[in-house]
Every structure is written in structure tokens, then in C-alpha cells.
């Protein structure tokens, strides 16, 4: 079965300092990853995306992210956390037009 | 673009009653998702269209929950009755159905159940 694998359910970062959040997936086909960003009490807004292609796929707000197929990870990176960027990030898998979430990180950011 | 458009985004009643909550996905998706959000469970999909039709039902958590999308541009989610359990946010995504297409979310409507 297809999963989504998000280590660690809360990251605090100091503002400046760079942002790592992990993702794994689980995957019998060539997956579909997504990020996706929650402000409170909001919707979720897409950060980017990997369908196929170039495997560094920028996205909004300076973020990005590498799909590495022998590591089945697709980690979100930001070189300079603002904070503005607190909130929480949820990767995600498209399997079959669904998507499968992982748990989801609230990212703090300390001034 | 308007975006995913939900009502009410806030519904508050007690145990019993039946609750309905409004989607209208963006103009031209022909996907329509519904997803219940809570702290111990996260992100579910409960139930997704294709073309009005649905198509996965599998995550509705049981009998007193049904939904339906009568055209293309409105989809109801009922709870009756409803159950303090039931309590939770509840979102609606559209997207086109091309394989790997972006799912558009809506504001939410969060949920109490007294």
C-alpha cells in the first residue's frame, strides 16, 4: 500500500536558520509528491509539486524540495526561515487521483 | 477565480441534529474531494467525485454520513444524526482529473457537536 511518512511533528527553527522538513513515501508506481502548507485556520494551499521531470522543484515562498527515488524521500528545504513560514506542512502522495497525507510538521519559528 | 467556496465555515449544534455542509468547487474541475481534518486522526478523504459521480466512498465513516453532487458546480456532505465525535474540520478539494493535478482546498468548515 502506498504511504506517506513525515518524521517529526514539530520543528522549531530560529528565524534565518535553515528549514529541513521530511517526507517519505512508499510507492509501487512513480509517485506523484506534493507539499502543502496550512496557515491557522485556513485551507490548505499547494508549495509545489513533482509529477516528472527535473527532480528540484521550486515553489512558493522560497520553498523547495528533491524527489530521490533510492531514498524515497521528498524533503522540503527553505535556506532562511522567516516568520512568517510558521505553520504546518503536509506532504502528500496522488495514488490513483487520491491523496494519501502524511501526519503532517508544525514548523515554530523563534525571532 | 474564486476559489473552492464552503458554507457555513462555522457550525455549531447538538448531538442528534443533522448537519449539511455546502461545497462549490472552481469552475471546470470535474474532481470534487471532501476531507475531515482532526488532531488524532489528521487528514482523511472521506469521499471523491468524478463528473458528479462518485467514485471512492470508502473513507465515509459510516451510515449517518452521505454525500451527493447533484451537477457540477455544488456537493452537499450530511451527517445525520450528528455525534460529538463527528466534531472536526471539514474540507473540500477540486481539481481537474488529469493524473497528477494540483487539489484546490477550501476554507474549511469547522464543526462542534455539543
Same mark, same amino acid.
Given at each position: ?22 517526507? /517519505? ?8 509528491? +506534493?507539499?502543502?502548507?496550512?496557515? $491557522? /485556520? ?16 521550486? @515553489?512558493? /515562498?522560497? +520553498? ?14 527553505? $535556506?532562511s526561515a522567516h516568520m512568517s513560514d510558521a505553520a504546518e506542512y503536509f506532504c502528500a502522495l496522488n ?5 494519501? +497525507?502524511?501526519? @503532517? ?7 | ?6 458554507? %457555513? ?11 449539511? *455542509?455546502?461545497?462549490? !468547487?472552481?469552475s471546470g474541475h470535474n474532481s470534487l474531494f471532501w476531507y475531515r481534518q482532526t488532531m488524532m486522526r489528521?487528514?482523511? *478523504? *472521506?469521499? &471523491?467525485f468524478n463528473n458528479n459521480v462518485p467514485i471512492d466512498d470508502s473513507g465515509m465513516p459510516e451510515d449517518?454520513?452521505? #454525500?451527493?453532487? !447533484?451537477? #457540477?458546480?455544488?456537493?452537499? *456532505?450530511?451527517?445525520? !444524526?450528528?455525534? %460529538?465525535?463527528?466534531? #472536526?474540520? &471539514?474540507?473540500? #478539494? ?12 477550501? %476554507? ?7
Amino acid at each position: 500500500a502506498q504511504s506517506v511518512t513525515q518524521l517529526g511533528s514539530h520543528v522549531s527553527v530560529s528565524e534565518g536558520a535553515l528549514v529541513l522538513l521530511r517526507c /517519505n513515501y512508499s510507492s509501487s508506481v512513480p509517485p506523484y509528491l +506534493f507539499w502543502y502548507v496550512q496557515y $491557522p /485556520n485556513q485551507g490548505l494551499q499547494l508549495l509545489l509539486k513533482y509529477t516528472t521531470g527535473a527532480t528540484l522543484v521550486k @515553489g512558493i /515562498n522560497g +520553498f523547495e524540495a528533491e524527489f530521490k527515488k533510492s531514498e524515497t524521500s521528498f524533503h522540503l528545504t527553505k $535556506p532562511s526561515a522567516h516568520m512568517s513560514d510558521a505553520a504546518e506542512y503536509f506532504c502528500a502522495l496522488n495514488q490513483g487521483g487520491k491523496l494519501i +497525507f502524511g501526519q @503532517g510538521t508544525e514548523l515554530s519559528v523563534k525571532p | 477565480d474564486a476559489g473552492v467556496i464552503q458554507s %457555513p465555515r462555522h457550525e455549531v449544534t447538538e448531538m442528534g441534529q443533522e448537519v449539511t *455542509l455546502r461545497c462549490k !468547487p472552481i469552475s471546470g474541475h470535474n474532481s470534487l474531494f471532501w476531507y475531515r481534518q482532526t488532531m488524532m486522526r489528521g487528514l482523511e *478523504l *472521506l469521499i &471523491y467525485f468524478n463528473n458528479n459521480v462518485p467514485i471512492d466512498d470508502s473513507g465515509m465513516p459510516e451510515d449517518r454520513f452521505s #454525500a451527493k453532487m !447533484p451537477n #457540477a458546480s455544488f456537493s452537499t *456532505l450530511k451527517i445525520q !444524526p450528528s455525534e %460529538p465525535r463527528d466534531s #472536526a474540520v &471539514y474540507f473540500c #478539494a477540486s481539481s481537474t482529473n488529469r493524473v497528477g493535478e494540483t487539489q484546490y482546498f477550501g %476554507p474549511g468548515t469547522r464543526l462542534l457537536v455539543l
